[in-house]
């Protein structure tokens, strides 16, 4: 049974930063492209962050670009999103996802499995 189990999320004041992970079972992270989603109260879910299966390469939205860094330790099964400076603007709900997909993907529905998320709040 394959789980995806985040964590890492809590309460931060601006400019603050956090440490997402995103630990595996079930399957091995190595052999999956992950993704970092984000979904807002009363908005669609986003890409946030996303990194191929080989790990050659990332992708980031514009609004994370220079403040996120997405990672992987093989070692560990587990996935991390690295957030500095932070801003009211990141609060969200932030979900991980893997897909079998060599390539990174950026839509939703291309990924298989999902984490049941955590919550990232930044206060002003």
């Known amino acids: 049974q394959v789980q995806l189990v985040e964590s890492g999320g809590g309460l931060v004041q601006a400019g603050g930063s956090l440490r997402l992970s995103c630990a595996a079972s079930?399957?091995?992270?190595?052999?999956?492209?992950m993704g970092w989603f984000r979904q807002a109260p009363g908005k669609e879910r986003e890409i946030v962050a996303a990194?191929?299966?080989?790990?050659?390469?990332?992708y980031y939205q514009d609004s994370v670009k220079g403040r996120f860094t997405i990672s992987r330790d093989d070692a560990k099964n587990t996935g991390y999103l690295q957030m500095r400076s932070l801003t009211p603007e990141d609060t969200a709900v932030y979900y991980c996802?893997?897909?079998?997909?060599?390539?990174?993907?950026?839509?939703?529905?291309?990924?298989?499995?999902w984490g049941q998320g955590t919550q990232v709040t930044v206060s002003s």
């Open positions: 996802a893997t897909t079998m997909r060599i390539a990174l993907r950026t839509r939703s529905i291309d990924y298989d499995y």
């Open positions: 079930g399957l091995t992270v190595s052999t999956y492209a």
């Open positions: 990194i191929s299966k080989f790990g050659f390469t990332t």
